[in-house]
C-alpha cells in the first residue's frame, strides 16, 4: 500500500521560511517523481514543484530535494506571503523520465495534504 505523509506546515509570519517533508512509502522511491501542489480557498490546485531521479523543477522562491536514504522529499520556502496560503499536497508516481512531472493529472498518489498560512 502506497503511502504519502505531509508534515511542516503550520503558520508564519510574511518574508519566513517553512520547510515541509514528504515521506512515501509502498513504492520504489528511488525510481519515483514526487511532486508539490498547493490548493488556496477558492482557486484551483498549483504546480509548485517537482523532483525526479535525475532533477526537477521549482517556483522561484522555493526548492526542492530528495533524500533516497530517508525516502523523503522536501520543499523549503522562502520569503513566504499571504498568497502562498493555501493546502499543500505531495503526490507521486513512478512514471515519467526523472526530470520531473508539472501535471497533476500524472500523479497515482496523493497525501491528505498539510496547512500552511502566511499572515500578520
Known amino acids: 500500500q502506497v503511502q504519502l505523509e505531509e508534515s511542516g506546515g503550520g503558520w508564519v509570519q510574511p518574508g519566513g521560511s517553512l520547510t515541509l517533508s514528504c515521506l512515501v512509502s509502498g513504492l520504489n522511491f528511488d525510481r519515483a517523481t514526487v511532486g508539490w501542489f498547493c490548493q488556496g480557498p477558492g482557486k484551483d490546485r498549483e504546480f509548485v514543484a517537482t523532483?525526479?531521479w535525475s532533477g526537477g523543477r521549482m517556483k522561484g522562491r522555493f526548492f526542492v530535494s530528495r533524500d533516497e536514504a530517508e525516502n523523503t522529499a522536501t520543499l523549503q520556502m522562502n520569503d513566504l506571503e499571504p498568497e502562498d496560503t493555501a493546502v499543500y499536497y505531495c503526490a507521486a508516481t513512478e512514471q515519467g523520465d526523472g526530470s520531473g512531472i508539472v501535471d497533476p493529472s500524472s500523479y497515482d498518489y496523493w497525501g491528505q495534504g498539510t496547512q500552511v498560512t502566511v499572515s500578520s
Open positions: 523532483i525526479g
